[in-house]
């Protein structure tokens, strides 16, 4: 699928999906607001640079104005720009809640740190009321050349 392809599917989902009660959750706060550059427009440039592993606003931004500027020619300066994205910060988690429908739940998976917290200093390690053996046990650090507790 060609950028051209990708830009319009894109589009036309985030407008199905406004159109469908997203847009319940943009913040309004004036009716004279300047709609030439729409809500959908915003979003979609926005998921679009996400998509083209754009992590940036201004690098989004940036490449719309240089790349897209064809397909959206009221794009607005970089901070009206960022002040519509912002206010629309909370259509994001109502629109992933569309995009991915709740399935069968993932297995948990844990991360462990292995970073030693030193908890008493080497001279009190053994008179440390810290913690005891049971919760945390003594190790050396080679590199710093000195024990831990914790």
């Given at each position: 699928?060609?950028?051209?392809?990708?830009?319009?599917?894109?589009y036309?989902?985030?407008?199905?999906?406004?159109?469908?009660?997203?847009?319940?959750?943009?913040?309004?706060?004036?009716?004279?607001?300047?709609?030439?550059?729409?809500?959908?427009?915003?979003?979609?440039?926005?998921?679009?640079?996400?998509?083209?592993?754009?992590?940036?606003?201004?690098?989004?931004?940036?490449?719309?104005?240089?790349?897209?500027?064809?397909?959206?020619?009221?794009?607005?300066?970089?901070?009206?720009?960022?002040?519509?994205?912002?206010?629309?910060?909370?259509?994001?988690?109502?629109?992933?809640?569309?995009?991915?429908?709740?399935?069968?739940?993932?297995?948990?998976?844990?991360l462990?740190?292995?970073?030693?917290v030193?908890?008493a200093?080497?001279?009190?390690?053994?008179?440390?009321?810290?913690?005891?053996?049971?919760?945390?046990?003594?190790?050396?650090?080679?590199?710093?050349?000195?024990?831990?507790?914790?």
């Open positions: 699928m060609d950028w051209q392809t990708r830009l319009i599917t894109l036309l989902s985030v407008c199905e999906h406004f159109a469908q009660g997203l847009w319940i959750h943009a913040q309004r706060f004036a009716p004279h607001a300047d709609l030439g550059f729409t809500d959908e427009e915003v979003v979609t440039i926005y998921l679009a640079g996400i998509l083209d592993k754009k992590r940036e606003i201004q690098t989004i931004h940036g490449h719309a104005r240089d790349y897209w500027a064809d397909w959206f020619p009221r794009l607005p300066c970089y901070g009206a720009y960022v002040r519509r994205l912002n206010r629309l910060a909370e259509v994001f988690p109502a629109l992933l809640e569309r995009l991915c429908p709740e399935g069968p739940s993932p297995t948990r998976v844990g462990v740190d292995s970073q030693p030193i908890l200093q080497q001279s009190r390690r053994f008179k440390a009321k810290v913690a005891r053996q049971e919760l945390a046990n003594s190790g050396y650090c080679p590199t710093k050349s000195f024990t831990t507790t914790g």
